[in-house]
């Protein structure tokens, strides 16, 4: 993964645990955050074109690939500090941030209560963790449920059974994502398939993984403030025009007041293994625009 000398993988202790990472390229840093069932290796694809114009920094977090997996500590507030720390520990005091998924709650906290160390967030394919953005994808009512809308969430919740009924079956459970939500089922190979179930594939990997909805409500508490007070961070939506689409955008205006973005074309869920090329354009000119932006108010 990631070996041909661009990018180096390594290992530090932060906050009571042991993260991995890679990193690669040169200028000002970008945090990649990956999201459920995904790792670091989430942004092999969109990792060589960024790091031609920035630092690349892509962590597993807690519960995930080559890091730590701990019995708790999965509310964004403390991933959020995870991931923190990495970056002090790097010597970045700024940073931008680029979040799919269940990544982009903690990465939106991170946001919120430190506006003076992120830049600009990119915001991919989740929800805003607010109860009215929820409970439209969770209400029982045929409309919502004739698939069995977002079962993963609530299935996650029983103590115990989910590690139970997954073992064993840990390909079948991922692979169920792909052929979902997956607009070009292609863009995720067997290669890829097998790199996730390489730390997935375990005790520890299938609690850790889960984790980050065993402790939905906890992140639910820590996301309400910005909606009475709303983060001033730059922020680009996005969404998969075969997914969430411009769903991503409208939701984060009831937490922020700088939100851009819209939609990605031809796309489904996994928008940076999906279509890294088209993804990356958007990002670069959106971080670009933010740089200058800010060299015109500093000048």
């Keep these: 993964m990631m070996n041909d000398g661009t990018f180096t993988h390594h290992t530090t202790a932060v906050n009571s645990i042991r993260l991995h990472y890679v990193i690669g390229g040169q200028g000002d840093p970008i945090l990649l955050w990956h999201g459920f069932l995904g ?24 519960g995930y690939g080559d890091s730590d997996k701990p019995a708790s500590g999965y509310d964004a507030r403390t991933l959020m500090e995870d991931f923190r720390s990495l970056i002090h520990q790097l010597g970045f ?9 269940m990544g982009a709650p903690p990465a939106l906290v991170y946001a919120g209560q430190y506006p003076d160390e992120v830049r600009a967030l990119a915001y991919l394919e989740d929800p805003v963790i607010l109860e009215e953005h929820i409970q439209p994808f969770l209400t029982f009512a045929p409309e919502t449920m004739q698939e069995g809308s977002m079962w993963w969430w609530l299935f996650s919740l029983a103590p115990k059974i989910p590690e139970i009924l997954i073992a064993g079956h840990e390909r079948e459970f991922l692979t169920w994502f792909y ?3 997956l607009y070009d089922r292609q863009s995720i190979n067997d290669e890829t398939v097998n790199e996730y179930l390489r730390t997935f594939a375990t005790a520890d990997g299938i609690r850790g993984a889960i984790g980050v909805y065993r402790a939905i409500f906890d992140t639910m508490k820590q996301t309400a ?19 969430l689409g411009e769903h991503v955008k409208q939701m984060l205006k009831s937490v922020a007041t700088d939100v851009h973005g819209g939609v990605i074309e031809n796309c489904g869920h996994f928008i ?24 015109v108010s500093n000048s």
């Excluded at 001033?232 to 996005?238: D, F, H, N, R």
Aim: hydrophobic share 40%.
């Design 225 to 243: 403030p910005y909606a009475q007070k709303k983060i001033k961070t730059p922020i680009l939506g996005l969404g998969g025009d075969r997914s």
């Design 39 to 62: 790792t670091s290796y989430s942004w092999h694809k969109l990792m060589p074109i960024l790091a031609k114009h920035y630092t690349v920094i892509a962590p597993d977090m807690r």
């Design 272 to 295: 940076p293994e999906e279509q890294p090329a088209a993804f990356a354009k958007q990002l670069l000119e959106f971080f670009t625009k933010i740089a200058e932006n800010r060299q």
């Design 179 to 181: 052929d979902r939500y």
């Design 93 to 101: 005091a700024k940073i931008f941030i680029v979040a799919h998924d």
